[in-house]
């Protein structure tokens, strides 16, 4: 060993995480199938969560169905009452969404998990945003937010099935500041059969989000609900 190897500090574990038991998890669009069973199961796992919607009494509506605490406001609210935001809205209402909370989402990590698809007689197809990704397109929108990607395969069935109680699958998380993915791989853990795995720089979001029209094709051929589990880590 050199003397210079002696002095280099060891290799941080990739697997040690920092706690995110007290942080308040917004997820704007939980309403909708995706962000209603997100916010279910890390409420359902101990998170503090608040689900925002257009219209406040919709979102109330929802939390009271979902229990554990899930809390309902509108978008506004719920982004300035949050410390870490999760944009679960359709593609077609991403760009105006994000737009409109600028402000409100300043400062806060966001985490897109926006899929941009579109369908037609052969299928699901991944449409590329201008920016290169629904992810992009919301840190060019949000310059004074921190912003990752995540969450973008899982089944929405699965997740607000109340008889499941484990989801085997892995979250592949991107963005630019690793502590921030950090952040986001351990909210995945705190999910129970879930894994967050750090899966490069935010301008690679685009292959994530477009995997999601090959497992809508697994999903309809074999009447599944797959997901992804990464080997070999």
Known sequence: MTSHDATKPPARDPWQLPDVSDLVVGVLGGTGDQGRG???RLARAGQRVIIGSRAAERAETAAAELGHGVRGLDNSGCARESDVVIIAVPWEGHEATVAALTGELAGKLVVDCVNPLGFDK???????????SAAQQAAA???????????????????????????????MVLGDSRADCEIVQALAGRIPGMRGVFAGRLRNAHQVESLVANLIS????????????????
């Open 141 to 171: 929108l949000l310059p004074e937010s921190r912003v990752t990607a995540a969450f973008h395969h899982l089944s929405a069935v699965l997740l607000q099935d109340p008889a499941i109680e484990k989801i085997e699958t892995d979250v």
């Open 218 to 233: 697994v999903n309809r051929r074999y009447r599944a609900h797959a997901g992804v589990r990464l080997t070999d880590i």
């Open 38 to 40: 997100l916010a279910y």
């Open 122 to 132: 052969q299928g699901a197809y991944a449409i590329v945003p201008e920016q290169g």
